[in-house]
């Protein structure tokens, strides 16, 4: 499903933030980026999401080879990815409900669609009943299950999270994790950037390693 084939990225000045990285995940997979603060973990999930390109090398998403797709075409891919972020980025003058409805919205969905998808995704993350709420109202932990919600209302095959429980205590880090396993379970790819390595080994799945941009680990959990 996510193929690296000795993908590089090279910003104009020079700086390569990941360095002929190899590997492969398979549909269904559930695997963690981890690494030292500035090790390519976030650049890797910008990659998979065509915020930006790779330089050289090649990265197949979907059976698409991504260097070959058109800006025109990227809304397209984006419609099968579903991307969480630390920062939440959510929009501070909507309520909850619009946030979620957001992705809907723009491509498109009708008004009764979009009531049942939004309502079902606030429920899978336990906050059907902050609907009608605004963001500034809800914990740290509360704003980045909103964040979970709009990711995956449409569906996507794909799942990437980037730092979803750095801001978070170890309680609440937890439960986060826990719904990214859930939507694996149901045959989500899941794929998630950390650097919280003891929470990474709790959760037992594959761990690809970046240090300095290259890959220098994938580990399985041992049984």
Do not use: C
């Amino acid at each position: 499903m996510i193929i690296f084939n000795n993908a590089t990225k090279r910003y104009p000045n020079g700086y390569e933030a990941i360095k002929q990285i190899s590997f492969h995940i398979k549909k269904g997979e559930m695997v963690f980026i981890t690494g030292h603060s500035g090790a390519g973990k976030t650049t890797l999930l910008r990659l998979i999401d065509l915020i930006e390109r790779v330089t050289s090398g090649q990265l197949i998403v979907n059976g698409q080879h991504l260097g070959r797709i058109s800006e025109k075409r990227i809304p397209d891919l984006r419609r099968n990815i579903g991307f969480t972020f630390q920062e939440h980025r959510l929009l501070y003058d909507r309520t909850i409900f619009d946030n979620v409805a957001l992705p809907l919205m723009i491509a498109g969905y009708r008004h009764q669609d979009i009531r049942r998808r939004v309502r079902a995704a606030l429920d899978k993350v336990g906050l059907l009943n902050k609907e009608k709420n605004y963001p500034i109202t809800l914990s740290g932990g509360q704003q980045q299950r909103v964040g979970i919600a709009r990711a995956v209302v449409n569906k996507p095959p794909i799942l990437l999270a980037d730092e979803p429980t750095g801001n978070l205590d170890p309680a609440l880090a937890q439960e986060i994790m826990q719904l990214f396993i859930e939507f694996n379970q149901v045959g989500v790819t899941v794929v998630v950037a950390s650097h919280a390595l003891a929470l990474i080994k709790t959760m037992r799945h594959r761990a690809l390693v970046l240090q300095e941009g290259r890959l220098i680990g994938d580990t399985y959990p041992r049984n």
